[in-house]
């Protein structure tokens, strides 16, 4: 049975963004500062949760060395 969720708020994006920063804290090649979970917070305000997943996924998966980086530049273009 298919319900209609609403997407999660900023405080539950934040807490999302933490639970990635936590998950990736022990790999070296990751950085995820806490300004940057601020920034998905912020930049993510229409996504779904799973839209969110599918984003920090993908973006943690390929290119993990500058997610930063990445990010800022993948989710003005998710957004449109």
């Known amino acids: 049975l298919f319900r209609d969720f609403p997407d999660p708020d900023w405080e539950d994006r934040m807490q999302y963004a933490r639970y990635w920063q936590e998950k ?9 500062p806490d300004s940057l979970v601020v920034e998905v917070a912020d ?11 599918e984003a920090l996924y993908v973006v943690t998966s390929v290119v993990p060395s500058s997610l930063a980086e990445t990010l800022r530049a993948v989710f003005p273009l998710l957004s449109r």
């Open 24 to 32: 990736l804290s022990d790999n070296d090649a990751v950085e995820f």
């Open 43 to 53: 930049e993510t305000e229409r996504f779904s949760f799973a839209y969110l997943k």
